[in-house]
Antibody, heavy 121, light 110 residues
């Protein structure tokens, strides 16, 4: 069974950092692009960042460019999101998602349950 | 990055068909055959229902179908069932901007 389990969320002050992790299982991790998608309180889904199968292609939403960094570790079957310079509008439930294929983006095939990030003083 | 445009809400009775539209531009929906649709029950993980404009992932009922004309994609649900009530989001590849979601549509089954 394909599983994605996010962790690392929590309450953090504006300007501080946080690192989210996503543990993948049930599929060959290296065969797929991976993504982060978030949903702020009372808001819709928002694409955050993407990484292709071998980390050659990275993409970021304009709202997070320069502050959030996506990465992956094939040895650990894990996806990461390093979040620096956090702002209050980064408050959201962050989902990890597996793509349909290996390229930079096709569709978000399988999703985790999400990890909540709250940025507040 | 402007979001794709979806109606805020739609409704239908059990057994009926409904269609949710998703309007983008020539920079996303109109150029790439990469529109996808997601069903989201609050508190649960979103579920992929349609990808590459018209394809259904394994396990998705054939009551769900996708189509596209120009800059507008559509999701049709036929034979509406109570469990179809949820939020639905479209998403399109947008080239260097990667992925762009719609604002979401709340489906109410009356």
């Amino acid at each position: 069974e394909v599983q994605l389990v996010e962790s690392g969320g929590g309450l953090v002050q504006p300007g501080r950092s946080l690192r989210l992790s996503c543990a993948a299982s049930g599929f060959t991790f290296n065969d797929y692009a991976m993504h982060w998608v978030r949903q702020g309180p009372g808001r819709g889904l928002e694409w955050v960042a993407s990484i292709n199968w071998n980390s050659d292609v990275l993409g970021y939403a304009d709202s997070v460019k320069g502050r959030l960094t996506i990465s992956r570790d094939s040895a650990k079957n894990s996806l990461y999101l390093q979040m620096d310079g956090l702002r209050t509008d980064d408050t959201a439930l962050y989902f990890c998602a597996r793509d349909v294929g290996p390229g930079d983006y096709n569709a978000f095939h399988t999703w985790g349950q999400g990890t909540m990030v709250t940025v507040s003083s | 990055q402007s979001a794709l445009t979806q109606p805020a809400s739609v409704s239908g009775s059990p057994g009926q068909s409904i269609t949710i539209s998703c309007t983008g531009t020539s920079s996303d929906v109109g150029t790439y055959n990469l529109v996808s649709w997601y069903q989201h029950h609050p508190g649960k993980a979103p579920r992929l229902m349609i990808y590459e404009d018209t394809k259904r992932p394994s396990g998705v009922s054939n009551r769900f179908s996708g189509s596209k004309s120009g800059n507008t994609a559509s999701l049709t649900i036929s034979g509406l069932q109570a469990e179809d009530g949820a939020d639905y989001y479209c998403c399109s590849y947008a080239g260097t901007k990667f992925a762009r979601f719609g604002g979401g549509t709340k489906l109410t089954v009356l």
